[in-house]
């Protein structure tokens, strides 16, 4: 059982960075991952086991979300239940696969994010229910928090919501865009703003993992954070 292998204490590079900010709600290498490290530090305090194990737990959890989103996704597109259980199970069957579940790195989570985003809008297109909306922009502003890059998704996102619009009768559609955008914005934008405040917060000598600390001793390219306020946002936005 997979379960059993995981890594039960601090592991090397990346996945040990992650588990130390987590423990100590630090920031790692850019973009600093405040909203997992948050994560991670409520699962620390969650879980009755060694911190960094708490951390591996939380991710291969993450992980195995992920592909129950893609089964539930799968259903409620229509396909048999038989058929979309067999194909989550084909992308369960790589070893790579596994491998990655088994290391607490932001991939899993992140993935998961994006999943429950597409969930979320599929089950706001059969229900409407605004809830269901907010949750979806609130999951995918997290994991575009979390990766950057995943800006360039953003458009297929809109898209979608822009597909369940049309589901909808045309004077529904008009009288609830500026609200249902307004909506978007907000909860899409909320891990962004955590994150912002997070890294101007976090971003302290005293801090015990502090990599925008740490690059500054080594390369001196930055101005110290004790400046001002000018300073500590040219670090964040350094991060």
Not at 5 to 18: F, H, M, N, T, Y
Not at 180 to 203: K, Q
């Amino acid at each position: 059982m997979t379960f059993t292998k995981l890594p039960p204490g601090i592991c090397s590079g990346d996945c040990g960075e992650l588990q130390l900010a987590s423990r100590t709600l630090g920031i790692t290498h850019p973009p600093g991952y405040p909203v997992l490290a948050s994560l991670g530090y409520l699962a620390t305090c969650l879980l009755p086991v060694d911190p960094a194990y708490a951390v591996t737990l939380a991710c291969y959890a993450a992980g195995l979300a992920l592909f129950v989103l893609c089964a539930l996704m799968q259903v409620r597109l229509g396909v048999p239940i038989p058929v979309a259980v067999t194909v989550t199970l084909c992308f369960l069957w790589p070893s790579r696969t596994w491998i990655n579940l088994m290391v607490p790195e932001v991939y899993a989570p992140t993935l998961a994010f994006q999943a429950a985003s597409a969930y979320l809008l599929l089950r706001y297109e059969a229900m409407g229910r605004t809830r269901d909306l907010a949750s979806a922009a609130f999951s995918f502003g997290i994991a575009m928090a979390s990766r950057p890059p995943l800006v360039l998704a953003l458009p297929f996102v809109l898209f979608g919501w822009w597909r369940t619009r049309g589901r909808k009768r045309a004077a529904t559609r008009r009288n609830g865009f500026l609200r249902e955008l307004g909506v978007i914005v907000v909860c899409g934008a909320m891990p962004a703003v955590y994150s912002v405040a997070y890294l101007y917060v976090r971003d302290d000598p005293s801090t015990p993992y502090n990599d925008i600390h740490i690059k500054d001793t080594e390369c001196d390219l930055l101005p110290c954070a004790s400046e001002g306020f000018g300073a500590k946002a040219e670090r964040v936005l350094f991060q």
